[in-house]
């Protein structure tokens, strides 16, 4: 596609439930992120991806969170066990990583996740 | 750890006016990059400027400039004629690493344009 999507738009779940969220990014693009933006704040550093290295994990802020990427495209974080303090939304961005300046990272429209 | 403020919760500008969003940074590293980003109410952010620390040209694109002060660790975004569609949040970002890396960013100033 023309840019990073994500799925789905706006989800609701309750409590205790598990999420999945997707992200595709842009084609060719080899890094790909996941922040995390609560009400009325900035935006949360929770997983970035890079090739085939190791994810960096680091903003991660539970084991119920984790993520996978799949053959260098799509991306999925899962929440397990959801609770209240994880409603937010959930942005995605991409870049092409290459030369000496960081590339512009593509976001995105973010996934809204609401639990009830 | 870096850490990105930005001490203007909210601004308001009348259209074609001028407007300056403030943002300090706190940092030990000597390379690194700023960007200022454009969210709007369909949440996706949108790359309005990037600055490069070793430059001491401020950065420009069309109606956006920065004044970048590297010793007094100051990045902010000046808007000249403001227009309507430029009503969104804007954040602050930082990155210390070339080869792609998390971006930190600021709580985000809530910018209104009046007409």
């Known amino acids: 596609g023309a840019g990073v999507s994500q799925s789905p738009s706006n989800k609701v779940t309750e409590k205790g439930k598990d999420v999945e969220l997707r992200c595709d990014p842009i084609?060719?693009?080899?890094?790909l992120y996941w922040y995390r933006q609560s009400l009325g704040q900035g935006l949360e550093f929770l997983i970035y991806?890079?090739?085939?290295?190791?994810?960096?994990k680091s903003g991660l802020p539970s084991d119920r969170f984790s993520a996978e990427r799949t053959g260098g495209s799509v991306s999925t974080l899962t929440i397990q066990r959801t609770q209240q303090e994880d409603s937010a939304v959930y942005l995605c961005?991409?870049?092409?990583?290459?030369?000496?300046?960081?590339?512009?990272?593509?976001f995105g429209q973010g996934t809204r996740l609401t639990v009830v | 750890a870096q850490t990105v403020t930005q001490s203007q919760p909210e601004m308001s500008v009348q259209e074609a006016e001028t407007v300056t969003l403030s943002c300090t940074y706190d940092?030990?590293?000597?390379?690194?990059?700023l960007f200022w980003y454009k969210q709007p109410p369909s949440r996706q952010m949108i790359l309005v400027i990037r600055?490069?620390?070793?430059?001491?040209q401020n950065a420009t694109e069309n109606r956006f400039s920065v004044n970048f002060q590297k010793a007094a660790k100051s990045f902010s975004l000046k808007i000249s004629d403001s227009q309507l569609g430029d009503a969104a949040m804007y954040f602050c970002?930082?990155?210390?690493?070339?080869?792609?890396?998390?971006?930190?960013f600021g709580e985000g100033t809530q910018l209104t344009v009046n007409p």
């Open positions: 970002a930082y990155t210390k690493e070339t080869s792609g890396s998390r971006l930190t």
């Open positions: 600055q490069e620390a070793y430059k001491q």
């Open positions: 940092t030990s590293e000597s390379d690194y990059y």
């Open positions: 961005a991409s870049s092409l990583v290459q030369g000496a300046f960081p590339a512009e990272a593509f």
């Open positions: 084609s060719g693009h080899t890094a």
């Open positions: 991806f890079q090739g085939n290295s190791a994810p960096d």
